[in-house]
């Protein structure tokens, strides 16, 4: 015992405690009540017991994990802390349309207090000969890959888009993802997306989504929320960690745009938005998941055109009244489903 004790100094001062507990009793003199450890999974003496948060909401130093990661930033709702990564340096074509960053070349990162200390959600943009050392470094530092999957079809350099997901010292965190960006072309300086005016009709645009949007990078973005609570890993996700549908047009001349963007869904509303986006010559790109263990289970559908920027919008409307999102401007508006669907609202 005296070895062990030798070894593990750091048991010392739990022992004693638990000798005194066990010598004194409770103070009542009732038998001590039975608990299971901090974590316990559930089991026959009743449910798990879950540990508390030490630690008070949005206790962590943002400043230190904007330091860590080289660029300062933004608070979004639901107490995210999300950094823009756009891919400025890469000069991508799909369709015949040179692709700005605010269209599909966006990396991010998102972190939220989890604790004493924090879940941290992401999306990098990397080029084939970027992937496969980023991966590496990732891994080397803790931080793991929940989905690889294409947003563009045909696009030129090939592009692999890679969800990442860790938890624990946001500092840490951070630090490992600047490292594996330092293996890429991103731009060190955080990118300023202007946000003046386009050669675009965002109002007519907004009329036919049923909702608005604004305008960055020489794109106007349209982010729709689901009307449910998004939880993974006994926390709620946010629509600011990439819960929320996302529209994106950007002007190709003519009155014409090029979409491209992803629906997220439950597994009924699949197949009617593909019917729905088909109809409309709106092309599927890729359909697949982005977290490992949500509720509800999400999928996420990307997709692509380039055609007359009303027309695509209604398009767009036509998918977006299959899905139960949270209401615009304090109102839920939307149409019924075919048969199959699930009930609307609009994001």
Not at 157 to 168: D, M, V, Y
């Amino acid at each position: 015992m005296q070895a062990y004790l030798r070894r593990s100094p750091r048991l010392v001062p739990h022992l004693l405690v638990a000798w005194m507990a066990v010598a004194c009793g409770p103070p009542n003199g009732e038998a001590p009540e039975a608990r299971a450890p901090a974590g316990t999974p559930a089991g026959d003496n009743g449910p798990a017991v879950t540990p508390s948060a030490s630690a008070p909401a949005d206790s962590i130093d943002w400043a230190a994990v904007d330091q860590a990661l080289g660029r300062k930033g933004e608070m979004q709702p639901g107490e995210v802390r999300k950094f823009a990564m756009p891919r400025g340096d890469l000069r991508v074509t799909a369709g015949g349309v040179q692709i700005k960053p605010a269209l599909a070349l966006g990396s991010w990162l998102a972190f939220k207090q989890k604790g004493d200390g924090a879940v941290a959600m992401g999306d990098l943009v990397l080029t084939e000969k970027e992937y496969t050392q980023v991966m590496a470094r990732l891994q080397q530092g803790g931080v793991g890959q929940t989905a690889v999957h294409k947003h563009l079809p045909e696009e030129s350099p090939a592009i692999w888009w890679t969800h990442i997901h860790a938890e624990g010292d946001p500092v840490e965190i951070a630090e490992t993802v600047r490292a594996a960006l330092v293996l890429t072309g991103t731009p060190a300086q955080e990118f300023r997306a202007s946000s003046g005016a386009i050669e675009l009709d965002t109002a007519a645009l907004s009329g036919a989504l049923g909702r608005g949007g604004k305008v960055s990078g020489g794109v106007y973005q349209v982010s729709v929320p689901r009307a449910e609570t998004i939880r993974a890993g006994g926390m709620e996700v946010p629509a600011s960690m990439g819960t929320a549908t996302a529209l994106n047009f950007q002007p190709t001349g003519g009155g014409k745009v090029a979409i491209n963007g992803d629906f997220v869904m439950i597994a009924e509303e699949v197949q009617p938005v593909i019917m729905a986006l088909k109809t409309n010559g709106i092309q599927i790109v890729a359909l697949h998941n982005h977290m490992l263990d949500e509720e509800p289970r999400l999928f996420f559908m990307h997709f692509w055109a380039n055609d007359d920027a009303v027309k695509l919008a209604r398009g767009l409307r036509a998918a977006l009244d299959r899905i139960n999102l949270a209401p615009s401007g304090g109102s839920r508006a939307g149409t019924a489903p075919p048969a199959g669907g699930t009930s609307t609202t609009r994001r």
